[in-house]
């Protein structure tokens, strides 16, 4: 299990003031750019997604990994990790389905249809509203991170660039006090990722010195972190942390994860500006869809690090 010697920087972006330009904005700014670049995430405190819709959102989470694995798996898509992930004998206690465009209408409405033929109203509005609240923490932090990288130039293409995943995720206890891995150690592969759980632990992050801590955020807090592609495009200074799940006892772990994902066709490729001799070029430009096509294949999978495999200079 991980050290609980080291607490992860909480940030607060409850306040109505907290708006571009503002003296909360500009300390929030210094945090949030700090906390990236020495653990690759931070916990967020957010109250703009009220009780009741976290409480809707585990409990139609339960709803839904109760259902048959014949309709679970009807979650597919061409592009990888994005629809059933399941039955795999490294990782038997996990499973977990994609929402894509989790903020719109037709797509949430789509997705709950296929698991719910009869209908689900509540599951479809509540996985919209909590997607909408939370994709707005989303451009919050894209917004902090790429005006303290100074690139304010490049704004409007970084924050158009992307799409939304929700990933919803179901982890079984064990039924056992002995720990055992709920999902194998990685790095997330896109933009930014924002977690919200139920109140069973079992998150833990590799710190850059190499030490695994644990986790331990409260229900009304989630969890901010960046991925390889915003480690890639901020030529290294953001840091993409290797994470895990560990679970003990008999209670199953829910979770909730919004990514944010460079559009297919996109190029992920570091801005000039973030290039020069104290910061030599780390990547070479690559489309994040022909990466993720690269990570899940037998070699993408061994790599310590897939995206210095794929694209590293």
């Not at 919200?196 to 409260?218: A, Y």
Request: aromatic share 10%; with cysteine.
């Amino acid at each position: 299990m991980g050290s609980q010697g080291i607490k992860l920087p909480i940030i607060d972006f409850s306040s109505e003031d907290l708006k571009p330009g503002t003296p909360i904005w500009e300390s929030a700014k210094i945090e949030v750019r700090k906390a990236l670049e020495e653990y690759g995430c931070f916990e967020a405190l957010f109250d703009k997604i009220p009780l009741q819709l976290r409480k809707s959102l585990f409990e139609g989470l339960a709803d839904l990994f109760d259902l048959p694995l014949q309709t679970k798996i009807k979650n597919s898509s061409k592009k990888p990790f994005h629809g059933y992930v399941g039955q795999y004998p490294i990782a038997p206690l996990y499973e977990s389905m994609g929402v894509e465009e989790p903020t719109e209408t037709v797509k949430v409405e789509s997705f709950t249809e296929l698991m719910w033929p009869q209908g689900h109203p509540t599951f479809s509005k509540t996985i919209q509203s909590y997607s909408e609240q939370l994709s707005e923490l989303d451009k919050t932090v894209r917004r902090m991170i790429v005006e303290s990288l100074g690139l304010e130039k490049y704004m409007e293409e970084h924050m158009d660039s992307t799409d939304y995943l929700l990933r919803i995720m179901k982890y079984k206890g064990p039924q056992t006090n002995e720990t055992k891995i709920g999902l194998q150690a990685h790095t997330d592969k896109n933009i930014v990722t924002i977690l919200h759980q139920n109140q069973v632990q079992g998150l833990e992050l590799l710190t850059k010195d190499g030490q695994w801590i644990e986790v331990n955020f409260s229900p009304d807090s989630f969890i901010v972190m960046i991925g390889d592609a915003l480690h890639a495009w901020s030529n290294g200074r953001l840091y993409s942390a290797y994470h895990r799940v560990m679970m003990s006892g008999n209670d199953s772990r829910y979770s909730a994860g919004l990514f944010s994902i460079p559009k297919a066709g996109y190029i992920v490729k570091a801005p000039e500006e973030l290039v020069d001799e104290d910061h030599p070029l780390l990547f070479k430009p690559f489309d994040h869809v022909e990466f993720l096509s690269f990570y899940y294949t037998e070699a993408g999978q061994k790599c310590q690090s897939a995206l210095k495999s794929y694209c590293g200079v």
